[in-house]
């Protein structure tokens, strides 16, 4: 199992309330060129949480920081005249998510850090401060 240092959480970039799933995603991903969804989870709007990418395989999410990280999106993001960025997080997203995070803090490394991938690009991804937010995961 390759090391996993940290967890990067994106949105789909979609707009609020749009339901979208792994197999959407993996057509868009393979249009750009990859061989598959970039991310390893994604979490639906429900709170539903979809498989990706294998873990065991760096994911195609965040530039040059793949090879030590698993990639989390949630569904949604944008506003939904698509406008601007927005956090669409619903209650059903924002626990899913954090029950992901600590499960994997505890599969596989208890001094995971958790990002968004503005911290490592000039982009809105994930329209939030998880940064922040979860610091004290
Ligand atoms: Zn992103």
Known sequence: M??????VIHCT???E????DVADITRWHKARGFNTIG????IHIDGTIERGRSIKKP?????????DSIGIA???GMTKDMSKAKDTRTTAQK????KLMIELIYKYNADMQIFGHKDFANKACP???AKLEYANL
């Open 2 to 7: 390759r090391k996993i240092n940290k967890i």
């Open 13 to 15: 970039a979609t707009p």
């Open 17 to 20: 309330g749009r339901p979208h």
């Open 39 to 42: 991310y390893h989870f994604l």
């Open 59 to 67: 994911g195609a999410h965040t530039r040059n920081e793949n090879q």
């Open 74 to 76: 949630y569904v949604g």
């Open 95 to 98: 626990d899913s998510l954090i």
């Open 127 to 129: 329209s939030f401060n």
